[in-house]
């Protein structure tokens, strides 16, 4: 999802997302097409930058919290979040194993400029060795 677009076809936006499998969005998408206390009606990856991320289905909840950062560069984090979390769902983890994965390669990113540096190569090598 993009903000221009929940911003400029609010209807448009929120009918795409209920025709997909799984949705990301960051908060200021989810605030503007389901306000404060609504939610879709499929899986969603709400992403909150440095506070972390939370996968939402089913009505429930499950929150995970993102390690401190010296946050250089967050540009393409949201992307390496996404990326790693469908790796790793279509590897077997659960969603919420796949988002606490997912969000400490995510975070890893914002330290550097790009998403192929060494530190964000190190987190996903380091998962891959944990699992």
Do not use: W
């Amino acid at each position: 999802m993009f903000e221009h677009f929940v911003v400029t076809q609010p209807e448009d936006s929120r009918r795409a997302c209920e025709a997909a499998d799984l949705v990301f969005l960051n908060e200021l998408e989810f605030k503007g097409l389901y306000g404060e206390t609504g939610l879709p009606d499929v899986p969603v990856i709400l992403k909150y930058g440095p506070g972390g991320a939370e996968f939402i289905a089913h009505g429930t909840r499950q929150y995970v919290g993102a390690p401190p950062a010296h946050e250089l560069d967050p540009i393409g984090a949201g992307e390496i979040l996404a990326g790693a979390f469908l790796a790793l769902v279509a590897q077997g983890l659960s969603e919420f194993d796949a988002l606490r994965h997912a969000v400490s390669a995510a975070s890893a990113s914002v330290t550097e400029f790009g998403v192929d540096g060494p530190q964000v190569t190190r987190a996903l090598t380091l998962i891959r060795d944990q699992l």
